[in-house]
């Protein structure tokens, strides 16, 4: 089945760039103007990836994304021409997965969609056994995660990182490592994204940041899940 990969920017000019490139590379490309439609069409044809603005008529790019979250866990590059790092934060803290600040070349979006592509998700293997940790489930073969019976919805990427950090509860994964195995080795970005979408996940499970029942930071390192 093929790609399919929403670009929402009302720059017309870079639309038109960004489609040629993402089609020379066997995607199927669709395109909104405005936040308003970006998000109606992303309801119909179900993205796997979406490029998103920030800066955008109608719905801005981050309220895009955070109703876009509501329905779908496709992958979401939010382009942006802030480059202070608490609009980064804000805008991985509202769910994209990753950032590119303009200006960009068309060429570094396209191997950032690729590298995305590459990314070694679980749940797509054979059939695997639910991972327990305390009341918490995760079931790879379903993409579901449970605490307590109750379902909690993560994005593609949150899920990967709490089942890599749930594979083998009491190591410590680095940054990096968790880097690799979540984003996949072509991963351009730097450590900071890790940290934030485990601050995502760490909401969605209730946790306490001073007394965490499951992830654990550990300084100067990286994160673990408690046994
Ligand atoms: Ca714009």
Not at 5 to 25: P, Q
Not at 60 to 80: P, Q
């Amino acid at each position: 089945m093929g790609v399919r990969v929403l670009v929402v920017e009302d720059e017309r000019s870079l639309v038109r760039l960004l489609r040629a490139y993402l089609e020379r590379e066997g995607f199927e490309v669709y395109e909104a103007f405005d936040g308003r439609a970006g998000l109606d069409l992303a309801g119909e044809v179900r993205p796997d990836v979406v490029v998103l603005d920030w800066m955008l008529p109608e719905l801005d790019g981050l309220e895009v994304l955070r109703r876009l979250r509501r329905f779908s866990d496709a992958y979401v590059i939010l382009l942006t021409a802030r480059v202070e790092e608490t609009d980064r934060i804000v805008g991985l803290s509202a769910g994209a997965d990753d950032y590119l600040p303009k200006p960009f070349s068309p060429g570094e979006l396209v191997a950032r969609v690729r590298a995305m592509l590459r990314r070694p998700r679980s749940g797509t293997g054979p059939e695997e056994e639910p991972l327990r940790v305390g009341e918490l489930s995760i079931d790879p073969s379903r993409r579901e995660v449970r605490l307590g019976g109750r379902e909690i919805a993560l994005t593609a990427i949150e899920f990967d990182l709490l089942a890599a950090l749930a594979s083998r509860p009491g190591l410590v994964f680095s940054r990096a490592q968790l880097l690799e195995r979540v984003w996949g080795e072509g991963y351009f970005g730097d450590d900071h994204v890790v940290d934030v979408h485990i601050a995502n996940v760490r909401k969605k499970l209730g946790e306490d940041a001073a007394h965490p029942r499951y992830i654990e930071t550990v300084r100067g390192v990286g994160y673990r899940m408690r046994r």
